[in-house]
């Protein structure tokens, strides 16, 4: 059976070619798909890293961009789409491939798109360098790595490209005068090791934070302009104020400030009869996520009343004045709910 490096460098001299033929049953395909992550495992017996599992793959049911295999820790991730993971990627132009840690894309990418998320992804490879000190000293660099995205095609194409925009650190290899399998098989070692400390002092943070904005955007209140950043402020501030809510002072802002949503001007009475006359929430005008640590006394000046609609919205807009919410709500939805009440 070929080796770690020997299927890597083979990969690499073929790989373009034969994805220009049929996908199915494809020796490359079954090559990188069955016979790498084997020789994965003949390199490392299980008990060197038995929680760490090779991935990987050139396509499902027809060829992608550029193959990859990635190391999967159990207590992180089960998928390349999320997480962070060693992985072996090819460059553009499959002159080269690189052994790096990088992050999955695809929850950020639905959330927020492919721009905001190469963002997210640089702006976390720091804390995973920090994470493991040592990278820098066994060998790996920060890159840059040019690796394969959405059309990166060849070694001049410029695209955003979640990959490389993920990477923390890493080591590029060349396919015509690879290393051997030796310092190979030290690389790998050293990467895996340094991605067990990672997970020790990292965890599953990220996952936490792309859950808690995935709950935000099912809500209807992840706020679209503010990037993660501004989703993690609307859940800590959801978190804190379910937790400090006080319920007879909410009951003291209702009377104070009446049952008229002070966002789009409904009254749930005016559209449901009596069963909605006192149906209205109330907002922190300054969220208690940024509230001192010894806390605040609250009165009913730091509440809004707003009916549940644009409750959402403002935490969906991140937040902002009630100024800024009502110029957000269309006029004529405004001027229907007077009508309404007249």
């Not at 490879?125 to 995205?149: D, E, K, V």
Request: proline share 6%; with cysteine.
């Amino acid at each position: 059976m070929p080796d770690i490096l020997d299927i890597a460098v083979t990969v690499g001299q073929n790989f373009s070619q034969e994805r220009q033929r049929q996908f199915a049953q494809n020796w490359l395909a079954a090559l990188i798909r069955n016979e790498w992550p084997n020789s994965f495992s003949a390199l490392f017996p299980a008990v060197k890293f038995p929680l760490i599992k090779a991935k990987a793959s050139a396509g499902q049911g027809q060829w992608s961009e550029a193959p990859f295999m990635a190391f999967l820790h159990g207590e992180i991730t089960s998928t390349p789409q999320a997480g962070y993971y060693p992985v072996i990627l090819f460059e553009r132009g499959f002159q080269s491939f690189c052994l790096v840690l990088a992050q999955g894309s695809h929850s950020l990418t639905e959330l927020f798109g492919m721009r905001k998320t190469c963002a997210i992804l640089k702006n976390r490879a720091p804390i995973l360098r920090n994470a493991a000190p040592a990278w820098r000293q066994l060998g790996f660099s920060a890159g840059p790595f040019h690796t394969y995205s959405r059309g990166n095609t060849s070694s001049t194409e410029v695209a955003d490209d979640p990959w490389a925009a993920s990477i923390a650190f890493g080591k590029r290899y060349m396919v015509k005068t690879p290393p051997s399998l030796q310092e190979f098989r030290s690389d790998l070692n050293s990467m895996l090791e340094l991605y067990e400390e990672v997970v020790r002092r990292v965890g599953r943070l990220f996952l936490q934070e792309e859950q808690a904005a995935e709950q935000l955007a099912a809500s209807g209140e992840l706020p679209r302009t503010a990037g993660l950043d501004g989703a993690l402020k609307v859940a800590h501030h959801k978190t804190v104020e379910w937790k400090h809510r006080n319920s007879r002072l909410v009951k003291q802002v209702k009377i104070e400030l009446g049952c008229t949503c002070q966002g789009c001007g409904v009254t749930l009475s005016s559209a449901y009869g009596r069963i909605g006359a006192d149906f209205i929430e109330a907002h922190h005008l300054t969220p208690l996520a940024q509230a001192p640590d010894q806390g605040v006394e609250l009165t009913a000046k730091d509440f809004a009343v707003l009916c549940p609609t644009c409750h959402r919205i403002i935490h969906r807009l991140g937040c902002p004045t009630l100024d800024f919410l009502r110029e957000t709500v269309n006029p004529k939805v405004r001027a229907f709910y007077e009508d309404l009440m007249t």
